[in-house]
């Protein structure tokens, strides 16, 4: 029927339709059903700083080490509450030009890690402004590029109160008499950065993790969050040591000191815990600290806390999961008499 190797007419037009066909089958099909996603109902429309953020993330390659995908297996639990879905990216599909597709926001590399979540995990502008700025500054074996460009450096008197300071430990700080003042690009992308929260899925919606094969296999292990069966040294490093540093030492002029704190080292945790749960914003030479109370349960947090009492030469005794629990429940009441 189709003598392909006398008639190359015919062998042209077969290849030209087998590749319309397969085009539309792998390509055109799959975007346009995409054009019927949704938002998710709790979900926030991007505001017009955010979207400007977006821009400069694109601009500067930042998906090339970052990824935005929070995969269905139970390794990727740790980048966000559940696994992505398609309504996730409902805001940031929009193209970016006449000549330019939506922005590529998956990525397919770790090199950093996931920020899916990152607006929830760090919300603080003073710890990306500082990250941005020189990302040794608040994690010392970051591989991460510096953006100075995104940064002015001023003389200290010029400085006005609207504009953004940077306050940077001893090591990367500019000469005497000098500030580094955050651009409004530097602002935006942070805002877009601050804006990665996952949305909450709509009632009996539920998006579940794939357990890791071990986890299916294990027997006898302890049930719930035991204190005892949960490694606050793990805990601490995955969710305070951004900030507050491995050793505890903090960072000059943005997060203050673990190591020797009276707080921490107080006979009675009780500051200590409302801290963890609350936050704290009482101390303008420091960065405000986001509340855990909805990310980290009380066997948590009781284990974060006795890891910082117990390290770094701290004194402090141990909290128990029951400890963290009453004062949960106090500010509980205090917040809904």
């Not at 941005?132 to 074996?141: C, D, E, F, I, K």
């Not at 953004?164 to 690009?185: H, Q, R, S």
Request: hydrophobic fraction near 35%; glycine fraction near 6%.
């Amino acid at each position: 029927m189709f003598d392909f190797h006398k008639n190359h007419k015919v062998l042209v037009i077969a290849a030209l339709v087998g590749f319309v066909t397969l085009s539309f089958i792998v390509a055109v099909f799959p975007a346009y059903q995409m054009q019927d996603v949704q938002p998710l109902p709790q979900q926030p429309a991007m505001t017009e700083n955010e979207r400007e953020g977006l821009n400069i993330y694109i601009r500067e390659g930042c998906v090339s080490c970052h990824t935005q995908q929070v995969r269905n297996i139970e390794m990727d639990n740790m980048w966000g509450d559940r696994p992505s879905i398609p309504s996730d990216y409902y805001y940031s599909k929009e193209r970016m030009g006449v000549w330019r597709q939506s922005p590529s926001l998956l990525g397919s590399e770790r090199t950093g890690p996931d920020l899916t979540n990152i607006g929830k995990r760090q919300p603080s502008i003073d710890w990306h402004l500082l990250h941005l700025y020189n990302p040794r500054s608040v994690v010392g074996q970051s591989i991460m590029p510096s953006y100075p460009w995104l940064f002015d450096i001023r003389d200290t008197n010029t400085v006005t109160g609207d504009e953004k300071m940077v306050n940077l430990p001893d090591a990367f700080a500019p000469p005497p008499g000098k500030t580094v003042i955050a651009k409004e690009e530097a602002l935006q992308l942070v805002a877009y950065l601050q804006s990665l929260q996952q949305t909450s899925l709509p009632d009996g919606r539920e998006e579940k993790f794939i357990p890791a094969l071990e986890s299916k296999q294990t027997s006898g292990t302890p049930e719930g969050n035991d204190t005892n069966s949960l490694n606050g040294e793990n805990l601490y490093l995955q969710t305070c040591a951004v900030c507050h540093q491995d050793n505890g030492k903090g960072v000059a002029g943005a997060f203050p000191p673990l190591a020797g704190s009276e707080i921490v080292n107080d006979k009675d945790p009780e500051l200590m815990i409302k801290i963890i749960l609350q936050g704290y914003d009482a101390r303008s030479e420091f960065a405000t600290m986001q509340a855990f109370a909805d990310q980290l349960s009380d066997a948590e947090i009781a284990a974060i806390a006795t890891h910082e009492r117990t390290s770094w030469g701290n004194t402090g005794s141990k909290v128990t999961e029951e400890e963290v629990r009453e004062i949960r429940e106090y500010i509980n009441k205090d917040l809904n008499p």
